[in-house]
């Protein structure tokens, strides 16, 4: 599904893919900013060690996949 790029900052993840709430949210937050400073597709997730994209990397796929990428920089 096409979608507009949301209006904010690739940093920042749509709440409901990362509660504010989250007890780890720092350390999430900290390896996506690593990832995107160092161009990297992509960083392990801290809690669970999956591969999680970044939402640069995302962005240059175009769309939404529609399948919850926590960093999608495609949802409102």
Same mark, same amino acid.
């Given at each position: 599904?096409?979608? *507009?790029? #949301?209006?904010?900052? +690739? ?6 893919? +990362?509660?504010? *709430?989250?007890? #780890?949210?720092?350390?999430? +937050? #900290?390896?996506?900013? #690593? ?7 992509? &960083?392990? *997730?801290?809690?669970?060690? +999956? ?14 996949? *529609? ?6 920089? &495609?949802?409102?």
């Amino acid at each position: 599904m096409v979608r *507009d790029r #949301a209006q904010r900052p +690739l940093t920042e993840p749509h709440a409901g893919r +990362l509660d504010p *709430d989250e007890p #780890a949210r720092d350390e999430i +937050l #900290a390896a996506h900013a #690593a990832a995107l400073g160092a161009g990297e597709p992509g &960083y392990a *997730d801290p809690v669970t060690g +999956l591969f999680v994209f970044t939402a640069d990397w995302l962005r240059h796929v175009g769309e939404c996949c *529609d399948k919850g990428c926590r960093h999608c920089p &495609y949802v409102e």
